[in-house]
């Protein structure tokens, strides 16, 4: 009957399962109060999730596709005692306004643009920059915007290098051959339920322990109206962050940022190997992979979340 058919949340597309977890053996965390709150940057209404005291160091959360902020309700819940987190949706997602294409333009530029005026309305001037899939170009351009405000970066699973993209990536390359002619395989490689089923579960041989809200919910997201435009344009874009990887490393290489890895290594779009690539990059990089997906946070929360407790603290040592 429809009655017992329950979808927790339109944007619940990630960590149902993870949140609700207990801290692992040996390990402990705070449930931090988490606010929910709106911005209002250039017209565009900016939701955004935040936990922490505000005078303490500062971590700029940024998810991937086709995600939100909720990704990190983990990380807000544990590490919120210590550090102040905060995590907007992106224009185009979770709670965030979604203006028509016609009204806004769906580029990596305008996204990361939008971002850097919503951290300069919520006042603050220096952060560590966590960055997941679309979190990847976006961040990294943030990051190359205003590099003085950047304290350290934490890279899960988002790509700088060619060595990261794996096989999935043969349609979405030729979907910016020939837009027209490669829409409905596009569509079908990163917006179908498949998709959505497959970027969560990947590679992993742990398929029973997947969630099936987990895509269920994210695909229901993706099937909301004006969805498919809007993803399909800033995706497209996304071959401009191909092209920006060289010039994205030269900075790395130059600047040598503080920098940890987190890597789910069953990923079936951004392969392990990248890892690899970024050490060569930054020699100094603390990296670790995961037996986890491409949503870490869904299977490794509280490890993930020790990792970046050590890190920054070590940090301020």
Known sequence: MMGKVRIRSLFGILLTAAISSAPASGQ???????????ANVDGVSIFYR?????DAPTVLLLHGFPSSSRMFEPLLK?????????????PGFG????????SFSYTFDHIAAVTNRFVETLGLKSYVIYM????????????????????????QNAVAHEDG????????????????ANQAAVEQNLMSLQAAKQRHIGTSPNVESYDPDLWTDEYAFLSRPGQREIQSDLFYDYRTNVASYPRWQAWLQKTQPRTLVVWGRYDPSFLPAETDAY????????????DAGHFALDEKPDEIAELIRGFLAAKNQ
Do not use: C
């Open 279 to 290: 050490r060569r990059d930054l020699p100094k990089a603390e990296i670790h992979v995961l």
């Open 165 to 180: 993209l794996g096989p999935l990536w043969k349609t979405r390359r030729a979907f910016w051959a020939d837009r027209q």
């Open 95 to 102: 709670h965030s306004d979604a203006p028509a294409p016609t």
């Open 50 to 54: 935040e936990a922490g005291p505000r």
């Open 28 to 38: 402990t965390w705070h449930d931090s109060r988490v606010s929910y709150r709106v």
């Open 78 to 90: 544990r590490l919120g005692d210590r550090y102040h987190l905060v995590a907007p949706d992106f």
């Open 132 to 155: 997941q899939d679309y979190g990847g170009p976006v961040g990294f351009r943030v990051a190359m915007a205003h590099p003085e405000r950047v304290n350290a970066l934490i890279i």
